[in-house]
């Protein structure tokens, strides 16, 4: 069984609010493909420390190539392309649909159900993603 790789050992602290629930949700959309978890958490590290494209705004001021090059760097190689456009299409959703906050989704969900139903509609999130978000998330919302 592989291990899974918790917010705390990103040094997300999903307690703290809005910024690190959108962290969360990132580093669980890398961690939601079939790809070796350290190679993710890789990824995320290059994105959002090295990078600081720690916010669906500064995501989505990355352009395709960026985001495919960071993805690079972090070895997260087998996916790149497809990953990057997914990623703005992610954080596109997010500021449209949400005014860039995870809580506003949350907020307009009735039920853990709905919530989980409209984290699974972002292009990209599978059941497996959403399994790993809300494994920290409902610390925090339930």
């Not at 069984?1 to 990103?10: C, F, K, P, Q, V």
């Not at 493909?33 to 705004?57: F, G, L, M, N, W």
């Not at 500021?95 to 984290?119: A, C, F, I, P, V």
């Amino acid at each position: 069984m592989t291990r899974e790789i918790s917010a705390n050992e990103l040094g997300i602290d999903v307690s703290r609010g809005e910024g690190e629930l959108f962290k969360w949700f990132l580093a669980s959309f890398l961690f939601g493909k079939r790809i070796q978890q350290d190679i993710a958490a890789e990824a995320y590290r290059v994105i959002v420390d090295k990078h600081k494209r720690d916010t669906p705004r500064k995501l989505c001021n990355c352009s395709w190539q960026e985001l495919v090059d960071m993805l690079g760097e972090g070895h997260y190689v087998r996916y790149d392309e497809s990953t990057a456009d997914r990623l703005l299409k992610l954080c596109a959703k997010l500021n449209e649909e949400y005014g860039g906050k995870l809580g506003t989704l949350r907020e307009q969900s009735q039920d853990r159900k709905e919530l989980e139903r409209r984290l699974g509609e972002f292009d990209g999130v599978g059941p497996k993603t959403v399994e790993i978000f809300m494994r920290e998330a409902e610390k925090v919302w339930y």
